[in-house]
């Protein structure tokens, strides 16, 4: 069963920025489309950024040219780099591996608040 771990999350001001990072146990994660999904209090889960096995990335709207994924195969690794934060970015953010053939995982989460 595969394991992804999220670190990186805490608090940051507005306008401050924050890295997250999240490691998948298991192989062929290089084969993979990974992602991020993020959940406010209240709201539901959305999807924030996902980038594919060749490097293809996606963004909501609401992150474009403020977030940047990205992914390291040889360590296992996929990471969100979130610049210029706003109070609305404040969320549990969740690593995401995605499956057609075995379903998506999500990793525990990790907290991300964004205050002054």
């Known amino acids: 069963q595969v394991q992804l771990v999220e670190s990186g999350g805490g608090l940051a001001q507005p306008g401050g920025s924050l890295r997250l990072s999240c490691v998948v146990s298991?192989?062929?994660?290089?084969?993979?489309?990974m992602g991020w999904d993020r959940q406010a209090p209240g709201k539901e889960r959305e999807m924030v950024a996902t980038?594919?096995?060749?490097?293809?990335?996606d963004y909501a709207d609401s992150v474009k040219g403020r977030f940047t994924i990205s992914r390291d195969n040889a360590q296992n690794t996929v990471y969100l780099q979130m610049n210029s934060l706003k109070p609305e970015d404040t969320a549990v953010y969740y690593c995401?591996?995605?499956?057609?053939?075995?379903?998506?995982?999500w990793g525990q989460g990790t907290q991300v608040t964004v205050s002054s």
């Open positions: 298991g192989s062929m994660f290089s084969r993979y489309a």
């Open positions: 995401k591996r995605l499956s057609t053939l075995y379903g998506n995982s």
């Open positions: 980038i594919s096995s060749g490097n293809s990335r």
